[in-house]
């Protein structure tokens, strides 16, 4: 039985131990949980619960203008998922096997983006030239232009408006740079710890500056703070059509997890 609610308190009461249960394969449902209760503006949210034998074993949210995401839960809950949820589904995000299940009841997805959840290892620095810094207020153009060239590169929003985002990891000192000869290069975002996890993303580096390897030397910045001084475990995602970036996480020390989909259902426009 699914059970939705608009109160992000009362949903953690009843799913955050659930969750907990697998940090990392819920990274995304506890960093966003961990976001709104840092002041995340999360209007129009909806979170909802599968309770099966009396126990939580499932957990789905939205949070406009973002896909519906899904928690690793059994295969069992998606039909009954797509009946109770309140309105139209027409783009998720979860385990590639939620997903599959979901297109056998709604039918062949639009379109489907596959990526590969990755947990680091033993971290290897690479020896790129420059060095790594907390970014800091006076980056904040920078970082908007960035975040915005990001999420039309990849064809995805960063949740939401780029400059509402910015303001929000910067104060959260999440957002961190590669600097070349006193210029940023590169740039990586940090998730705050949920579950002792941390995420790295997203990761971006400008066309004029790819193929020097600072995308992964940023990363791995990030990652060494991460687990020097914020978390236990770093995860990340990579688009699994994007063989180069798979390649430069696994090369410093990122091992692969879990596959993940986000579908996007209905007629083309």
């Known amino acids: 039985m699914w059970t939705f609610t608009t109160d992000v308190e009362e949903y953690a009461t009843a799913a955050e131990a659930f969750l907990l249960a697998d940090p990392v394969g819920n990274t995304v449902p506890l960093t966003v949980l961990a976001n709104i209760r840092a002041g995340m503006p999360a209007d129009d949210a909806s979170f909802g619960w599968w309770t099966r034998d009396g126990e939580v074993r499932g957990a789905a949210f939205r949070t ?13 809950s998606i039909a009954s998922l797509v009946t109770a949820w309140r309105g139209e589904i027409t783009e998720v995000l979860g385990p590639q096997e939620l997903t599959g299940a979901l297109a056998e009841v709604l039918g062949e997805p639009r ?47 960063v949740g939401g408006d780029p400059v509402q985002q910015v303001e929000h990891r910067l104060a959260g000192r999440q957002l961190f740079l590669w600097e070349a000869d ?53 995860v990340l995602f990579a688009d699994l059509a994007n063989p180069t970036s798979n390649a430069v996480y696994r090369s410093i020390g990122y091992e692969p997890v879990y596959d993940y989909a986000q579908v996007t259902f209905g007629s083309l426009p």
Do not use: K
Request: proline share 10%.
């Open 111 to 157: 379109s489907v983006l596959s990526e590969r959840l990755y947990r680091l290892g033993t971290l290897i620095v690479p020896g790129t030239a420059g060095h790594g810094r907390l970014a800091g207020v006076a980056d904040f153009p920078l970082l908007v232009a960035w975040f915005q060239a990001f999420g039309e590169e990849v064809g995805l929003g």
């Open 182 to 234: 006193g210029v940023p290069v590169s740039m990586a975002a940090l998730s705050p710890a949920a579950g002792g996890v941390c995420r790295i993303g997203p990761v971006y580096t400008p066309p004029s500056c790819r193929r020097r390897g600072y995308g992964a030397a940023v990363t791995a910045f990030a990652s060494r703070v991460a687990v020097e001084t914020r978390c236990e475990q770093v």
């Open 64 to 76: 406009p203008p973002n896909p519906i995401a899904l928690a690793r839960m059994p295969v069992a």
